[in-house]
């Protein structure tokens, strides 16, 4: 079949939008031509209202969209968006499935990647360390946090009469009912999404929440844990296996940005860009750890820790810094985030980390 | 897919904007627009802004326009089926058992299942529209749910099989952008982001709306209210505030207090959190609508 003439725009139009980033489903490219054509159209502000309620344009990417909108029916110059590929941009990394340490990168990265991984597995760790994650790991299964799920399952001890099964007893037995059945609702472990500031301001620090990450990782049912520093690196995979230092060791391998700069933001907003990864912090209890120190943009930084705060159940940011007395929020970035989150708490050392985190099932 | 340009008489956008404002809801353009088109495509309208812009009353005005009852679902963390769907009438149920003694009676007939709304909206797709308000505080497992539902209007119930709509209802969602809905719901709906009304329809909304409410005290209102949504507030005033807010003035006034003073004493109303009233407070008197009336 081939397009009428007419509609060839329109289709290109729902084409170019999908090159820049908007997610648009065939579906909704054929109700934008049948709405074009149900308005008139009478001029080409019929053609932007379909286009805007039709393929679901929420308000903050209606800037973006208004651009392409004109340089396409308007043919004014397109000015590519801001997050171009630039080649400064934060890109998102992950270990293909089963990470294998590659060192097939020079003699002199290998030799970095080797030391990184020896610092965070062959650290003496302090006993006081081991005590906290073993804390962890005997309350996790109790303490983090549930949801309840959409349905319900029998049980002797729910709060809710199963009348449904007790018709169908009392069926059988004449309308005589021996016994109430009673049915409670599902819960599930809610998501955790554990975020690593993993910059060189952190160097202290980082140690500590990879260990702890690789016990969350052990013991929650449903989590993931990513790094940020340069760039955004998935490490839940690599943190899978129960030796400690084996994980510790693939995980290092993969985040070749260890105590580097900080661009938390770009980072954040590289995270959000990827859908399955942006899909992680739906309905989850997302902490981030991290000294809030942003050498880049703290505009970018803020405008994705408010989506990031409006996608999950909870927003906690755990700062080293927040341990002092006469701790305030500084850095502007930081100070302009605190209406966005849900606590900001002291997250120095795996015993902070670890009271924190069976603390999260308890609030809200 | 079925395109249906005319429903109940309404033809345009245009046409939909005046019927509106007959039944008392003054629409923009895009809102407008975003509803003639779905109605006209058979896809649910999806209305998203700030709390208080008028996003609930928009779908009871859609309603009333289509002389379609408003069929209400409220959602809330842990909604589940037996309050979305249907509930199976228990009690009768087993006093219909205790009655039947030796005789066959069946006991999931129609006469014992409780509709709740998505069922209701099923079974009479042509008089009801179905409002599914502040769907963005249901859980994400009533999302996905929904979406289900949203594309084949059929409910699946195991003792008496799958109901289906004849056509597809008139379905209306609203958000408060809580929390971001899922993609694929988006896709699935005629989006419509619904903005603070300019001044001057505020205004008119303002009239329309409020009884008894000057046309001056009106448009003051209205430039103090726009004021005060510029300031980070925690709660900055809705459209319902500013009707509220004006109503308010103006009964005071007409009870004595002079005019300033009538919106000063009124400002809970409009500003609804201690916090934001003590970050006001110094400057409120700048703020505050001037000489009316």
């Known amino acids: ?364 | 897919m079925t395109v249906r340009p005319v429903i109940g008489g309404i033809g345009s956008p245009g046409a939909l904007q005046d019927a509106l404002a007959g039944a008392q809801y003054l629409a923009d353009d895009g809102l407008a627009t975003a509803a003639y088109l779905s109605l006209a495509l058979g896809k649910p309208l999806l209305l998203e802004g700030a709390p208080g812009v008028g996003k609930t009353e928009a779908a009871k005005a859609l309603g009333a326009v289509l002389s379609r009852r408003v069929v209400r679902l409220q959602c809330y963390e842990g909604i589940d089926a037996a309050a979305a769907l249907y509930e199976w009438n228990f009690p009768r149920q087993m006093l219909a058992i205790r009655q039947a003694r030796d005789a066959h009676v069946n006991l999931y007939g129609d006469d014992f299942l409780l509709a709740r709304p998505l069922l209701e909206v099923l079974r009479a797709p042509d008089d009801t529209l179905l409002l599914i308000d502040e769907i963005d505080r249901s859980d994400h497992e009533f999302e996905a749910f929904l979406l289900e539902f949203l594309s084949d209007f059929q409910i699946s119930i195991p003792e008496l099989g799958t109901i289906r709509a004849a056509r597809p209802p008139v379905v209306a969602l609203t958000s408060n952008r809580t929390r971001d809905l899922h993609e694929a719901l988006r896709r699935r709906c005629v989006y419509h982001w619904i903005d603070y009304p300019d001044p001057a329809l505020e205004a008119a909304i303002v009239m329309a709306r409020a009884s008894g409410v000057a046309e001056a005290t009106a448009a003051a209102v209205v430039a103090s209210v726009g004021l005060l949504r510029a300031e980070p507030l925690a709660k900055p005033p809705g459209v319902a505030e500013t009707i509220e807010w004006a109503e308010a003035a103006t009964l005071l006034n007409a009870q004595g207090a002079p005019w300033p003073n009538a919106f000063r004493r009124a400002i809970g109303v409009a500003l609804k959190d201690q916090d934001d009233l003590v970050y006001i407070g110094p400057r409120l008197d700048a703020l505050l609508p001037g000489e009316a009336a």
């Open chain 1, 1 to 364: 079949m081939t397009l009428p003439r007419a509609t060839q725009p329109l289709v290109g139009f729902a084409g170019l939008l999908r090159r820049h980033g908007f997610a648009i489903s065939p579906d909704q490219t054929i109700d934008f031509i049948a709405g074009v054509g149900l308005l008139g159209p009478r001029g080409i502000h019929d053609v932007r209202s379909a286009a805007l309620a039709l393929f679901s344009i929420p308000p903050e990417r209606r800037e973006a969209f208004d651009a392409l909108f004109r340089a396409h029916f308007m043919g004014a110059a397109l000015t590519p968006p801001a997050t171009g590929d630039d080649g400064d941009e934060v890109a998102a990394h992950e270990g293909a499935g089963e990470t294998t340490v590659e060192f097939d990168e020079g003699e002199d990265e290998a030799g970095e990647m080797a030391t990184a991984a020896e610092r965070l597995s062959r650290r003496d760790l302090a006993l006081a360390d081991d005590e906290a994650i073993g804390r962890f790991a005997r309350l996790a299964k109790a303490r983090l946090p549930r949801r309840r799920s959409y349905r319900r399952r029998a049980s002797r001890k729910g709060d809710q009469p199963d009348i449904r099964r007790a018709i169908r007893a009392a069926a059988r037995r004449d309308g005589e009912l021996t016994t109430l059945p009673r049915r409670r609702r599902k819960t599930r472990q809610r998501r955790i999404l554990l975020l690593i500031d993993v910059s060189a301001s952190m160097r202290a620090e980082s140690d500590a929440a990879l260990r702890f990450a690789h016990q969350l990782v052990q013991s929650a049912e449903r989590a993931e844990v990513f790094t940020l520093g340069t760039r955004l690196t998935r490490i839940t995979s690599s943190l899978a296996p129960a030796g400690r230092a084996e994980a510790l060791a693939r995980a290092a391998a993969l985040i070749a940005d260890l105590d580097g700069g900080t661009r938390i933001g770009e980072a954040l907003q590289a995270f959000l860009a990827v859908p399955r990864y942006a899909g992680f912090a739906r309905g989850a209890a997302v902490v981030v750890i991290s000294d809030g120190l942003e050498r880049g943009d703290p505009a970018a930084m803020i405008d994705a820790v408010r989506r990031l705060s409006r996608a999950s159940w909870t927003l906690d940011w755990l700062s080293p810094l927040a341990g002092a007395a006469d701790f305030a929020p500084k850095t502007e970035a930081l100070a302009a985030i605190l209406p966005d989150l849900d606590r900001l708490a002291p997250g120095g050392g795996v015993n902070a980390i670890v009271d924190h985190m069976l603390e999260l099932g308890a609030y809200r």
